[in-house]
């Protein structure tokens, strides 16, 4: 039965920061232009399949809680009322895994033509594919790290698919999470081999991407636990010190999660903004954590404040090239009412949105880049020692002259003026 | 004056697993050989002399506790009746800073003259020295990473004066933990150009060390907070990403404490493993935090099981090179006798040579190795896909044809059987 | 000298929320009514002498960054400026340690002298007063759960002089915060007994206010950790459960920390809940900590989300009495202008004030108390089985024949909306 | 099909510490008297039904990886060739949810024959029952704290049913889990309503086993987060504060679960620690967590350092009277042979039981005790002021005047010596 799934929702419209209709967009406005780009085009959102319509409500303590609003119908019918044309997927949600991978293959080639057709005529596509590496038995010590050669074996010729479908399917895009490339334990594990092997099955993905002809962004999600104790793909530092390490730097980006971020100890615009002083910052998985707790609880974002200074970094990259933002997020078991899908996605699109005009506005009234400015005026100033470091003109032998001849810079080294870059940020939430 | 320091406290005897004297040791048996080399030289104990000599239990929440045994005569005592032969420093912590550089400089090279004179006809050296880059409020924005560049200068001429000393001390290894190189808030922050200067700075320092001649090992520490929110040397991945990013990663190796390790969300094994495969493992700062405490601590490591693992991955190493045990570890504030010095050393060396003859037991039993080897055979099985992908042989289409015609590895996995590991890794606990 | 602390500073006016002054205040209007009370009364803000006349930017890396502007006579300057009449001190702040107790009490007679003269006139009162028993080495091993005795009478008497002032000074409330009351570990602390004498000194204090007749407020304050491994004051809950052990819980309120909430595993709105619900919220230390940070960073209070949701918990204690909201926040080391001050204590009023404004339009919307009542309707259903339950009226094997006579509720249960009443919730951030 | 489930795999015997086989106890030997009991006695080992035979190896990010050996029959055998005699069930999982209370309760009361059928004859009984009431949706918002109040009322009938049925097979205990008994968000919660729920419930479950003349002892279980963000027991002092707050603490001692301690930032011993010392300590679910992991991954519990320390608590409360030690672990998800079942319980036992020797070792010795004791003399010296503050015969008054007429205690607190302390444990690890 493919009739209305969501009968009594309309489409979801933009009535301003004054609504109280909590079924309203009150940030989130399409096309209006901001920083001289659509509202839309900067953020690029795009549902998740899996959460939305696969996800049931089970946690280790307790059984699904949803029903199986799950056809890709009611996905397609979802985006059109929320406004939004990219949606993501695992190849194992869209379509059950088989007896065999042939037969796997051909559940997942008949699925993707019902969403070929669905596609048709509207501007949807894929924001990116994957391929799901963890759920099954075969890969519980690894996919690309497993200790027998099969599973990789059997892991690249699933992710050949993945990409293929994607590509086939429109997306710009294909991801990589490790989901269990990593360890439990170290005692039985020989890290060095299993990241070696992480390496190989990169490089063949990226040169099989390039074999067909795909002009796609590949890209890596870090985690840092969960399900195993140790993820590979840690945090950012942690994935780019792989990529430099195997010489792949140029061919992945990276895919940073909120939630993923604060659980490796570090604060979400921390990841955005070390993804891209290195120039690898691609998608955003756009979620948050609980901040007392110490697992991935994937909650839809709302906080203004992390909402303004994630858009901060990514108005900094000039935005975020073929991707997006994704929301890798889902309802908490207990929101058990079909409304609550569309009241999670808007809150978080508001939040995001929100955010955009926040960071805009903070960086056009200039004061904070003003402060910063100031604080590193040594290292641009003319004739000074900061241009001559930086140029190497000078080694230590030099600089000690330098620091024996002027005085201790102690009483000129200024103060911080954290709070009132508080402050100055403040004014803009 | 310089009489005895540390009376009525004789000089620290083997005693074997049953004595019953606190003063002695149980494991520790410096002559003793353990797989192929002595104890001696596989730990390679090393006083620090900043906690054992200023550390006044301080904290920021009260004033001094200890008495001032600070000199340092009592120093080498110390050590003589300890059974050490290396000693680390701070610059800052053996000379008081003068009202100048020049005047810190006198002050150094003074001090250094009696230490040289201690050290003449004693195997003692310094297993590191370092420059204390964080105390003075010059520093207080960071010192390579200052928003200064004057600042930047006047460290380079401090660290210069600190590794020539080291040298002439006859050190040969030298220390950079990044005590303010970091950040408090991104809000004032210049990460990316912040990162870039403390390259150039470890780029010239690494260069000096070259043209003075010296033959040493430089370390860079990694702590992922405090004081800073963030550090830039975070963990040991961060690290090696920051050196591979600026092509450092033939100049610099790393030395692991564990207290910040286990504040980075890793265990220390993980830590020094990482290291290791990274061929980047060069000194260990012996210490442990509490695991319900959420900063560093610098407790003596006592617990034999971590020890054990410690060791393990030593041994794997090959020993540590020029590198050692540092006891970055202090004394709790409540602790106060003078003899609390020795117990507290002895706990950390005992703990140690305990963890090194259990690590060496366990490899020559060879179960726990015949496990992991088996785990793995399918990389190294004759004919088999393994050595081809190692070989780079085979390409996502060959997989997908092999995936396809072979049967699903899934029952073929088998068991990661860590609770067996767990037993026998307990059996030489 | 007593002139003028803070020159070119003017008095702290309210500008509203367009203004772009940072040295303004954009949501505090000290007159203003807000839900039947004005800002004022609500919010009794109070300035903390330690963290704004003594801190100096200390931290165990490093030394003094702060200029000595101490004096008493600074205090009440720049409490004027900031609009503000209540203030919080420890004796040992205001007044330093002598060579015996009946020095240090001198001391403080002296500048208690000063207090009362520049009180005089004005409304300023103390908020708090308190005893430091956590500095000095008399302390370390705790004060009332000191191993010695002796220390224990100390404490006693430095806490009698303590309320006597805090009582000449016309304070309404006396804290104690367990410095040292805790412990580093258990294998050297006879935890039952320490319990037992903290209890014990608790009970005479409150006979000693008694005693005088004092009507003040006492307050415990929790913190789980920092500088012991366990402080026994951990967090509300633990408190409670301390006070209602001995009978002490009509003598005590409690004053939550947010940053030692955070600390504890909590939310700081839930401590508060948890404290009103005992009917024991009395006080709140007005900070935040660094959510990735495992340490007390006492920063101000920024977060317009936080500050809403501390808010909606005061309001629904109607208030805190004879409370307040304490400033117990530092400046960041690395603010060394004198104006930071202002910066960071406009920053935490600012943050309060708009969390009041959105608390109360939040209540006054009323639909997120309306989703609460629904959702618990059933208790309250006239002729239900709540009712009956609450009554005391049903035993097991009632409950079983109304659980086998009626329908399984689990389709009755209902969405639990979470994501609906963030939506609420962000109407009025 | 009820033939031998584990062949191949004999009875576990006690072969002693140099054993190098892996299916043999090293150090549980049953029936050996330590410290005037028998090791059996003192640790009342218990296997737990649902990780032992309901454990699948399942997880959120992947399915199952056991085999079905679930059958009673299993359990029995199991217990047998393991030696133990004492065993854990949830209702649910012991027998299937029907569809509706009636057809439920059948359910149970069949395999509860079965069970008692096998018990026939030996000494096996169940250490305690439970009902599980967490998976279900009907209990999704919290069972005895539902909003829904027939979700109260249904969950106090299967209670009464599991508590009948636990009586029936004889347990001498019966445990509360709160499972879902918490909040996700204070947003939609009362949580003052909700408490005094689950207290209302505490004390019908309690006015039952009165009424049905059941000498048990009823148990809470602490656990601080998971599945809920904020679980009401959340550690020993809060379930504490919460008996005593409702009156209940003479009806109700605590069941610690050590993952559940390191989960709500304190150490295992201290859990029991805090139980003991109020008189509650009644069973132990033995597990550990990973340090550096942040939540409940039910480890079995292999530390000799950590099952010291815990075995010293227990020794302190003279064991665990009618309770046990319940192994409350599961098999890591890649630990799939029928083995390693063995490998997991046999790692836990001996580990126990190490440390069991371990601490009566320790308390012979007496040098820790003597530590202490001397620690704390003050407060037993005869005609000092301790005694005198004991006994109650003090106030303020008094002890400001022995303050003043005594010396500073500053130099008379003696050294804490936890060095010292550690090394007298390491001498019995």
Redesign the interface.
């Known amino acids: 039965w493919y009739g209305e799934f969501f009968p009594g929702i309309p489409k979801i419209k933009y009535e301003g920061p004054k609504s109280?209709n909590?079924l309203a967009f009150?940030y989130y406005n399409a096309e209006e232009v901001i920083s001289g780009k659509t509202m839309k085009d900067w953020l690029r959102f795009s549902v998740a399949f899996w959460h939305t319509f696969r996800g049931d409500?089970?946690?280790?303590?307790?059984?699904?809680?949803k029903r199986a609003f799950r056809a890709m119908h009611a996905n397609f019918e979802f985006m059109d009322k929320l406004g939004v044309d990219l949606w993501c997927f695992h190849d194992r949600d869209i379509a059950p895994e088989g007896d065999?991978?042939?037969e796997s293959n051909r559940n997942l080639d008949q699925v993707v033509e019902v969403a070929l057709e669905l596609q048709k005529g509207t501007r949807i596509r894929p924001l990116w594919g994957t391929a799901q590496l963890?759920?099954?038995?075969?890969?519980?010590?690894g996919a690309a790290t497993?200790?027998?050669?099969?599973?990789?074996?059997?892991a690249?010729?699933?992710?050949?698919?993945a990409m293929d479908v994607t590509q086939l399917l429109g997306g710009q895009n294909y991801v990589f999470w490790g989901?269990?490339e990593g360890y439990?334990?170290?005692?039985?594990?020989?890290?060095?081999?299993e990241?070696?092997?992480l390496a190989?099955f990169m490089r063949?993905?990226s040169?099989?991407k390039k074999?067909v002809g795909w002009d796609a962004t590949l890209l890596l999600e870090p985690k840092?636990?969960?399900?195993t104790?140790?993820q590979y793909d840690?945090?950012v530092?942690?994935t780019?010190?792989?990529l430099?390490?195997y010489g792949l730097e140029k061919e992945f980006k990276i895919n940073v999660e909120c939630n993923h971020a604060?659980?490796?100890?570090?604060?979400c615009?921390?990841e955005l903004?070390?993804a891209r002083?290195?120039g690898v910052l691609g998608n955003i998985d756009a979620n948050t954590g609980?901040?007392?707790?110490?697992?991935d609880t994937d909650q839809?974002l709302?906080?203004?404040?992390e909402a303004t200074?994630i858009m901060l970094a990514v108005i900094r990259n000039g935005g975020l090239g073929t991707g997006g933002f994704n929301f890798d997020a889902k309802?908490?078991?207990?929101?058990?009412?079909l409304v609550?899908l569309f009241?999670?996605h808007?809150?978080g699109m508001?939040?995001l949105a929100r955010g955009l005009r926040n960071a805009a506005a903070l960086l056009d009234?200039g004061?904070?880049t003003k402060?910063?400015e100031e604080?590193?005026a040594?290292?641009g100033?003319k004739g000074?020692?900061?241009p001559k470091?930086?140029a190497?003109k000078?080694?230590?032998?030099d600089?000690?002259k330098?620091?024996?001849s002027?005085p201790?810079?102690?009483d000129?080294?200024?103060?911080?003026?954290?709070?009132?870059?508080?402050?100055?940020?403040?004014?803009h939430?």
């Open positions: 109280t909590p009150r409500g089970g946690d280790p303590f307790g059984s699904a809680t065999s991978l042939e963890f759920k099954h038995p075969r890969y519980m010590h497993s200790p027998n050669a099969t599973v990789f074996a059997y690249a010729a699933q992710v050949k698919k989901g269990r439990q334990s170290l005692l039985n594990t020989d890290m060095a081999l990241l070696d092997n190989r063949l993905a040169e099989y074999q840092p636990q969960e399900p104790k140790h840690w945090d530092a942690t780019v010190s792989f430099r390490k604060t659980l490796s100890g570090h604060s615009e921390h903004e070390t002083i290195n609980d901040p007392q707790t110490g697992w839809f709302v906080d203004p404040r200074l309802l908490r078991r207990e929101s058990t009412a609550d009241y999670g808007i809150s508001d939040a009234a004061a904070l402060l910063r604080r590193y040594s290292w100033a000074g020692i900061g470091i930086i190497g000078v080694g230590f032998d600089l000690e330098f620091a024996l002027h201790d810079p102690a000129d080294v200024g103060s911080g003026s954290q709070e009132l870059a508080e402050i100055l940020l403040d004014m939430l």
